[in-house]
T-cell receptor
Framework: NAGVTQTPKFRILKIGQSMTLQCAQD?????MYWYRQDPGMGLKLIYY???????DKGEVPNGYNVSRSTTEDFPLRLELAAPSQTSVYFC??????????FGPGTRLTVT | AQKVTQAQTEISVVEKEDVTLDCVYE???????LFWYKQPPSGELVFLIR??????QNEISGRYSWNFQKSTSSFNFTITASQVVDSAVYFC???????????FGAGTRLTVKP
């Protein structure tokens, strides 16, 4: 099993550009999550999904959108990137409220 | 609202010392889960433990032990005989039983010197 995979690993965006961060898991987990981690801080939940077609906002959803058309994939869309979105983004998955398995992260810089 | 506080920003110890990382939480839910994760310098997040709010038994796993006290809303983590490889940022986290809105503390950076 590959576990949770994220692409790209690194990305530099200009202010106002858009992009999609990809996340996939092959563990047949029903729950998936997107977090951001700012330097020296803990993770903050952006969005989560409890199954295909169902998404919910987390603590810091503004500026982001998600969709969940399949169990395996949970892409995160940034529209009109801003410097405040410079962060490391982690995707995770879990079976119900159990242990969350994290991907390796995507380091995003917006300049 | 839920909140997790890790008051110790950084801790530095010498190898073989014992060290305790504090975690205090706030929640209005009567049932919830508590977690500890480790983030080594390589950046990935490694699951260490999950506890249910209705199970206050302490847990030991090798050199790691966890003390859950509902009365003080604390879930502290102790590393016995620390090793250089324990150097990492450790996060405590909380999620309600009926949803997955997980909240993390700010983390404690542990440095173990040889």
């Amino acid at each position: 099993n590959a576990g949770v995979t994220q692409t790209p690993k690194f990305r530099i965006l200009k202010i106002g550009q858009s992009m999609t961060l990809q996340c996939a898991q092959d563990m047949n987990h029903n729950y998936m999550y997107w977090y951001r981690q700012d330097p020296g801080m803990g993770l903050k939940l952006i969005y989560y999904s409890v199954g295909a077609g169902i998404t919910d906002k987390g603590e810091v959803p503004n500026g982001y959108n998600v969709s969940r058309s399949t169990t395996e994939d949970f892409p995160l869309r940034l529209e009109l990137a801003a410097p405040s979105q410079t962060s490391v983004y982690f995707c995770a998955s879990s079976y119900s409220s159990g242990e969350q398995y994290f991907g390796p992260g995507t380091r995003l810089t917006v300049t | 609202a839920q909140k997790v506080t890790q008051a110790q920003t950084e801790i530095s110890v010498v190898e073989k010392e014992d060290v305790t990382l504090d975690c205090v939480y706030e929640t209005r839910d009567t049932t919830y889960y508590l977690f500890w994760y480790k983030q080594p310098p390589s950046g990935e997040l490694v699951f260490l433990i999950r506890r249910n709010s209705f199970d206050e038994q302490n847990e030991i796993s090798g050199r790691y032990s966890w003390n859950f006290q509902k009365s003080t809303s604390s879930f502290n983590f102790t590393i016995t005989a620390s090793q250089v490889v324990d150097s990492a940022v450790y996060f405590c986290a909380l999620t309600p039983y009926n949803n997955n809105d997980m909240r993390f503390g700010a983390g404690t950076r542990l440095t173990v010197k040889p």
